[in-house]
């Protein structure tokens, strides 16, 4: 997102980054804003689907997308209905979708930071009855990494922010981690919404000063300015971090592997798949919490739709008046089966059928081959 709507201040979502690590935002500022695009798949996805939750048309979403979409949606009427039940709010308004709303220096009145609200909810259409704002924000992939609601710093920014608009007394902040239909929800009442103000100026405060303090840790994971970050680099070598393994290192050293260990390994192929196989089989038994726990979760099998009527179907596409070739250009032909009809059909030998189809259908088929494989000797 640009940083014309953030008037170039830190955002919520990079404010635990800032707050973990002070001396980030002076070398964010250094960087070209080519070198800070991070972006790739999974963030398109999660705008994807931030759009969706938005906007409430899911017309852009495959299927697999629609399930997260749909679970998000559960998961947030829940939250809802757990807020309301407690706190015996029987009606509630719902604010403006996607609000970013801007926090101030106290005593200049500029603009230090800014936070966006996915959702929230309160008595906005009663000014002398707000005590409670409820705020959900959606988490719309894995998150296995996302810091509890009770320690987040996003979360923080956004009680505070929604505090600060609506005069709130109670500010409920909720994550929607829609790809598993799961909730993380963390309460603050006023004293816990001075605190938390006064740690996000602080935060800021320490983020201003020179030469403030670049500080790795596992945050670097989602720090844009980690690869050209001499703190991050040096935190990456550490034992403990270099276990989790970067891939790319990995593969670099198969090119310094003699000829001799790598065919050693590669004839290890098939017992490493089933190793993989029998892990994933106990991961699939695990019960439904645990292996939410760990991050994963089971999916349904993709639907399959195989029309096994198939003259039945040729006859319905015949009465729309499409042609039979267009409709034979839509249909593969298998060699077996072909040759197991002209085998019944000739009452030959399979070996014949076999000949038959070769010869016969030869002008009618395009041969190829698939790429080389390695095999023993």
């Known amino acids: 997102m640009s940083d014309d709507v953030r008037k170039g201040k830190v955002s919520a979502s990079r404010l635990e980054i800032l707050a973990l690590c002070p001396g980030s935002e002076q070398l964010r500022r250094t960087l070209p804003d080519t070198a800070l695009d991070t972006g790739d798949e999974y963030t398109d996805l999660g705008s994807k689907l931030h759009k969706a939750w938005e906007t409430e048309s899911t017309l852009d979403l495959n299927e697999e997308e629609l399930e997260v979409y749909q679970r998000g949606i559960e998961t947030l009427d ?28 106290p005593s200049t009145l500029k603009i230090v930071a800014s936070g966006q609200l996915d959702r929230h909810y309160g008595h906005f259409s009663k000014p002398n009855s707000r005590p409670h704002v409820l705020i959900c924000d959606f988490k719309g992939l894995w998150s296995p990494h996302l810091t509890p609601a009770e320690r987040n710093w996003q979360g923080r920014l956004q009680a505070v922010l929604a505090k600060k608009e609506y005069d709130a007394k109670h500010v409920r902040m909720a994550f929607v981690k829609a790809m598993f239909g799961r909730q993380d929800v963390t309460d603050y009442d006023e004293a816990a919404l001075g605190f938390a103000e006064t740690s996000i100026f602080r935060a800021i405060w320490e983020s201003e000063q020179p030469g403030a303090q670049r500080r790795a840790g596992p945050w670097c994971r989602y720090c844009p300015c980690k690869p050209f970050c001499r703190e991050a ?52 038994a695990l019960p439904e919490e645990e292996q939410s726990r760990l991050g994963v979760r089971m999916k349904e099998g993709r639907k399959m739709a195989a029309i096994v009527d198939k003259v039945g179907a040729f006859n319905a596409l015949r009465a729309l008046d499409i042609s039979s070739e267009k409709i034979l250009a ?46 023993e000797i």
């Open 233 to 284: 680099a040096l935190y990456s070598e550490l034992p403990s971090v270099a276990r989790g393994g970067a891939l790319e290192e990995t593969l670099k050293l198969v090119n310094l592997m003699p000829p001799e260990d790598i065919v050693a390994v590669w004839r290890k192929w098939g017992e490493v798949e089933k190793i993989f196989e029998a892990m994933e089989a106990r991961l699939k």
């Open 78 to 105: 829940r939250i809802i209905a757990e807020w309301k039940t407690e706190f015996q709010l029987e009606t509630v308004d719902e604010g403006q979708r996607e609000l970013r709303l801007y926090l101030n220096d």
């Open 330 to 375: 839509t249909v593969a032909f298998g060699k077996g089966e072909l040759v197991a009809l002209y085998q019944a059909t000739a009452n030959c030998s399979p070996k014949d059928a076999e000949a038959w189809y070769e010869k016969t259908l030869d002008p009618f088929i395009k041969r190829d081959r698939a790429k080389p494989s390695l095999v």
